[in-house]
C-alpha cells in the first residue's frame, strides 16, 4: 500500500509542470503573444469588445457606452455585474419568455444597455464576446450561480425612493464623474439621455440600479451610501430622459432618432428634473 502511495505521488509531482503549463494564460499574456490560436484570438477579441464597445463593434453598439460600463473591471468584478456566468446558461429570462442561451444573452446587452442593433447569432462579435464570457467562467460552477454574480439586492428600508432627494446625493456624490447633466466625463460613462442606456435595458430597473449603485459607486468609496440614498439616486436616474424601450415599435424609434439629429442641430434638450416629473 505504501509503494502504491509513493507512485501516485510521484506521478502528481511529474504532472504538476504539465498542469501548470495548461493553466489558463492571462490576458495580458495573451496580448504579448506574436500568435495565437482560434480561441485565444476570440478571447482577446471578446475582452477588446468588453472594454471598447464602439471601436470593436460600431456596427452593433449605439450609444456611449461600453460593456465594461456596467460589467466593472472587464467583468471580472463581483457584485458589479461579472461575467463570469457562463455556467448558468441556457437559462429562463422571463425579459422575452424563452430559455436564453449565452450568445441570445448578448445580442439583448446590444439592443438594449448599449441602445444598439441586436446582431445575428453568428456574428464575429457575439461569438467573440461568448469566448471572453467562458474564458473567464472556466473553473466556476455548472447549473449554478456563481458568488457575487448579478448586484446585491437591497433590504427594504421603510421609506420609497425619492427623486428628489437622489437629485441631491447625485450632486454631492456623482456629479464630478457623470456630469451634473448625466452626460459623462472621460471618467465615467453617460447615465441618463441619449448616449445612456435605453428604457428597456435592466439598469432601467430601480431595484437593481439601486443595488449596482449601493455595491459600486462612488468609485473609491464603495458601499459608502447607505440603501436609502442608493435607492434614492436609482429613483432619480431612472425618471431622465434616455432613448426608448426598443420594444414599443419602429415608428417610436424613428422619432426618436429624428428628434435625436435635430437635438444635436440645434441644441441638447434640458434633463427632465423631479419637479417637472412630477
Request: charged letters at 20%; hydrophobic letters at 35%; proline letters at 9%.
Amino acid at each position: 500500500m505504501k509503494n502504491f502511495l509513493f507512485a501516485v505521488a510521484g506521478v502528481l509531482v511529474l504532472s504538476l509542470p504539465v498542469l501548470q503549463a495548461e493553466a489558463r494564460p492571462t490576458i495580458e499574456e495573451l496580448q504579448k503573444r506574436a500568435v495565437l490560436d482560434d480561441y485565444e484570438a476570440n478571447v482577446l477579441f471578446g475582452y477588446n469588445i468588453v472594454m471598447d464597445s464602439n471601436r470593436y463593434a460600431p456596427r452593433y453598439a449605439g450609444n456611449g457606452l461600453r460593456c465594461s460600463s456596467c460589467h466593472l473591471n472587464g467583468g471580472t468584478k463581483r457584485d458589479g455585474f461579472p461575467l463570469f456566468v457562463a455556467g448558468v446558461y441556457p437559462k429562463w429570462r422571463a425579459k422575452n419568455g424563452v430559455r436564453n442561451s449565452l450568445e441570445m444573452r448578448i445580442r439583448d446587452c446590444f439592443l438594449y444597455s448599449l441602445s444598439g442593433v441586436m446582431p445575428p447569432e453568428e456574428a464575429p462579435e457575439v461569438l467573440a464576446v461568448s469566448a471572453y464570457i467562458s474564458y473567464l467562467s472556466h473553473g466556476q460552477p455548472i447549473g449554478t450561480p456563481p458568488e457575487g454574480w448579478g448586484v446585491p439586492t437591497l433590504p427594504e428600508t421603510g421609506a420609497d425612493p425619492d427623486p428628489p432627494r437622489g437629485q441631491a446625493v447625485y450632486k454631492r456624490e456623482c456629479t464630478m464623474c457623470h456630469g451634473a447633466d448625466g452626460s459623462g466625463t472621460a471618467a465615467a460613462p453617460p447615465v441618463w439621455g441619449f448616449q445612456s442606456f435605453n428604457e428597456g435595458s435592466g439598469m432601467n430597473v430601480v431595484p437593481r440600479l439601486a443595488g449596482f449603485i449601493w455595491a459600486n459607486m462612488p468609485m473609491g468609496k464603495e458601499r459608502s451610501l447607505t440603501h436609502q440614498e442608493a435607492l434614492d439616486v436609482a429613483a432619480f436616474l431612472h425618471i431622465q430622459h434616455r432613448p426608448f424601450d426598443p420594444r414599443e415599435g419602429k415608428l417610436k424609434k424613428l422619432a426618436e432618432e429624428i428628434y435625436h439629429g435635430l437635438s444635436r442641430l440645434f441644441g441638447k434638450k434640458e434633463p427632465v428634473t423631479p419637479q417637472a416629473a412630477r
